[in-house]
Each structure stands twice: as C-alpha cells, then as structure tokens.
C-alpha cells in the first residue's frame, strides 16, 4: 500500500556530492513527517535530517549540519537529501522513513517513523 522507494546512492569520492531521492507512493507524502537515516556497518542506525508536515520544518544531525539539506517537492511526491563536501564517515545505507502522526514537527528518532523504505548504499571513498 504505503511505499517510500530511494534512489540516487552510490560511490563518491571524498568532497564531492550525491543527491538521494525519496519517491512515495500509495499516500500523499505531504501529509507526513519525512526523516533520512543512516546506518554503518557495525553501528545504530542514526537519524540525518528530517522535513515536517505543513510548514515543511528541518532538522539536520549536528554531524550534516552545513553540508546536507533537505527539501520537499509536493508535485513530484518526492523528498530530496542534498549531500556535498562528502566524507568516507558519511558511508552507509540510508533510508527514508514516514510518519504522519509527526503533524507540523519532526524528530531524528526513528520510533514515531511507521513506514521504511528498503534502503541504498552511499559509500564515500577515493
């Protein structure tokens, strides 16, 4: 029913950049709080950024501050994580999450978060 689908990972080189998409399907993505998680081999899966329902509200980890951004295209049904100044500590898989009881406010905890997507690999190495 509920489908978040992520796209644009892969390999980079220290400092250069990624653009990972979040396509929703299935429910209007608007209505929901969007977080980006990230998890490394051998470590807790941790909270990136995330995007509020109804005022489109951002938080950002204090380790992406600066470098990532994310942003919210309502016509496309699609959630955006901008990467730059990549560094091979950003290597992980990462996911999009939703969650619509999140109404005009988002957390970097992935408790409140209902739906996952399946996840992709960013791997930052020269």
């Known amino acids: 029913q509920l489908q978040l689908v992520e796209s644009g990972g892969g390999l980079v080189q220290p400092g250069g950049s990624l653009r990972l998409s979040c396509a929703a399907s299935?429910?209007?993505?608007?209505?929901?709080?969007i977080g980006w998680f990230r998890q490394a081999p051998g470590k807790e899966r941790e909270g990136v950024s995330c995007?509020?329902?109804?005022?489109?509200?951002?938080y950002y980890a204090d380790s992406v501050k600066g470098r990532f951004t994310i942003s919210r295209d309502n016509a496309k049904n699609t959630v955006y994580l901008q990467m730059n100044s990549l560094k091979p500590e950003d290597t992980a898989v990462y996911y999009c999450?939703?969650?619509?009881?999140?109404?005009?406010?988002?957390?970097?905890?992935?408790?409140?978060?209902?739906?996952w997507g399946q996840g992709i690999q960013v791997t930052v190495s020269s």
């Open positions: 995007i509020s329902s109804n005022n489109g509200r951002t």
């Open positions: 299935g429910f209007t993505l608007d209505y929901y709080a």
């Open positions: 999450a939703a969650g619509r009881r999140l109404i005009g406010l988002c957390v970097l905890r992935k408790e409140p978060y209902n739906d």
